[in-house]
């Protein structure tokens, strides 16, 4: 079985601090993705990456910054937490560079900013 | 980005057949039809996919209209386990398996 593995499920952090949550995939997909899910709004992408250390900005980069140094894994970086981005963040992966395959996504992390 | 337009939310039987509709009248040639299911508090799960043909998996059956600008998933004996937001979504296939999520539908499956 595909795993898409967030670090946390539940998350509590001050405003104003920096925040990382992590993703691993353990099927070698070359494409990885950061959603952000709100009530009303639906999933949103943040930004994604389709090779180590590349990067693209998705709907709503403003506030975040990713890294990807291995294949594995994509870290998404909140520079300064806001309780505006208090939400549900997906991670993601698909194999291959068209859209034609299935992404498989974590369970979520559910980030509160206080 | 290719739109799709879903009704906000459906009903049905347990051990009945759920038919979801979906529009996507601007879809382009090469883009695909995938659906998507979120279950409360977990992530999305990849359901099925389609270009033109239909398309039959373990979960569902994926009808695609001949001129492509709508389909319908079924689930043909949908159980309480199939509550869920169902999400119908076009693929860009330029965009690296970017996927753009709508509203979707409530399915609520009752006993």
């Known amino acids: 079985d595909v795993k898409v593995t967030q670090s946390s499920r539940y998350l509590v952090k001050r405003t104003g601090e920096k925040v990382f949550l992590e993703c691993v995939q353990d099927?070698?997909?070359?494409?990885m993705f950061w959603y952000r899910q709100d009530p009303g709004l639906g999933l949103r992408l943040i930004y994604f990456s389709y090779d180590v250390k590349m990067k693209e900005k998705g709907d709503i980069p403003e506030g975040y910054s990713v890294s990807r140094e291995k294949k594995e894994r994509f870290s998404l970086i909140l520079e300064s937490a806001s309780t505006n981005q208090t939400s549900m963040y997906l991670c993601a992966s698909s194999p291959g560079l068209t859209g034609t395959t299935e992404a498989f996504f974590g369970q979520g992390t559910r980030l509160t900013v206080v | 980005d290719a739109k799709t337009t879903q009704p906000p939310s459906m009903d049905c039987a347990e051990g009945r057949a759920a038919n979801l509709p979906c529009n996507h009248s601007t879809i382009s040639g090469n883009e695909y039809v995938y659906w998507y299911r979120q279950i409360h508090s977990q992530g999305p799960q990849y359901i099925i996919h389609?270009?033109?043909n239909n398309e039959t998996n373990e979960m569902a059956s994926l009808i695609i209209t001949e001129d492509r600008k709508s389909s319908t998933l079924i689930l043909p004996h949908a159980t309480l386990r199939d509550t869920a937001v169902y999400y119908c979504?076009?693929?860009?296939?330029?965009?690296?398996?970017?996927?753009?999520f709508g509203r979707g539908t409530q399915l609520t499956v009752w006993p």
């Open positions: 979504i076009v693929s860009r296939g330029s965009t690296l398996g970017r996927l753009y």
């Open positions: 389609g270009l033109k």
């Open positions: 099927m070698d997909h070359e494409n």
